[in-house]
């Protein structure tokens, strides 16, 4: 084989390396306007998502709303089953129905498999959203989730899967809950997977210098420190009085701001799915 073949052998096998390994969307994942506008484009024109959730679950589509009424014609998106729009990204919100541990820990896959198996069905994305069912989980209860999730898209292959890490509940970094989304995170990493963190998102603001969750954070956005209680959404946003932010109104269970991140998340996160490869 000649230098320059080989060359192109490796770089290929390179990229496609890169291209296979694990796509984890944290709070590192938030500044929008890195995004090419031609993968926000082919995001709305290719992906078709249904995501599974309950009310946390819900903050992201917060978020996503909050930021299409800002800027419609990049962040457009339809989210019912028979509401469709050109130029809009069609999310199945709440279908399928319920969420990773309501109203059990593996119904989920059974909907999953039941949606996907009907003829008629165009979807390419499957997401599902915890609500507070890591907090009790047990080191077998997420094997259960990751071995079915595993199972779904051995099954099928043309479908992409967001896997999820579970809310904070203050429990801190040495929580039971901290280990069971870490179990998360090390096997979508060990596996490539996709993955949002959506723990991780919450544990810091958006500079991203604290982490709040070793601060014993919560959903809320609350946390103790040796001044006391504190919210790390409302000071951050109490010292950016002109951040560029779209806020929702409301966000379940926290603050707007986690709702507003974890939809910039959400955004991010369906470029990587159209194909771009941040920092390339």
Not at 13 to 27: M, N, R
């Amino acid at each position: 084989m000649s230098y320059t073949k080989c060359f192109i052998s490796v770089m290929l096998f390179l990229l496609l390396s890169v291209s296979a390994g694990a796509q984890i969307i944290d709070h590192t994942c938030l500044d929008i306007d890195k995004i090419p506008l031609r993968y926000l484009d082919k995001a709305r024109r290719t992906l078709k998502i249904a995501y599974g959730h309950t009310s946390h679950g819900s903050q992201l589509v917060s978020g996503m709303d909050a930021m299409r009424q800002a800027d419609p014609q990049r962040f457009a998106f339809s989210s019912g089953k028979h509401q469709t729009q050109e130029g809009s990204l069609s999310l199945w919100d709440r279908i399928p129905q319920g969420d990773l541990g309501n109203p059990d820990r593996s119904t989920w896959a059974v909907r999953t498999d039941e949606l996907l198996s009907n003829a008629n069905c165009d979807r390419n994305v499957v997401m599902w959203s915890w609500c507070g069912q890591v907090s009790n989980a047990t080191e077998a209860d997420i094997d259960k989730y990751l071995s079915l999730m595993n199972n779904l898209e051995k099954k099928y292959p043309k479908v992409k899967f967001v896997y999820m890490t579970g809310h904070l509940d203050g429990s801190g970094d040495n929580g039971n809950l901290a280990k069971r989304n870490q179990q998360i995170r090390d096997f979508c990493r060990k596996n490539h997977k996709t993955l949002f963190d959506f723990a991780d998102i919450e544990s810091y603001d958006p500079d991203g210098k604290v982490n709040f969750a070793t601060l014993n954070a919560r959903d809320d956005c609350s946390y103790r420190s040796d001044r006391g209680r504190g919210n790390w959404a409302q000071e951050w946003i109490d010292k950016h009085p002109n951040h560029n932010y779209a806020l929702p109104a409301k966000a379940a269970h926290t603050h707007p701001l986690n709702g507003a991140m974890k939809g910039r998340a959400f955004w991010w996160m369906a470029a990587v799915l159209a194909g771009w490869q941040p920092g390339r």
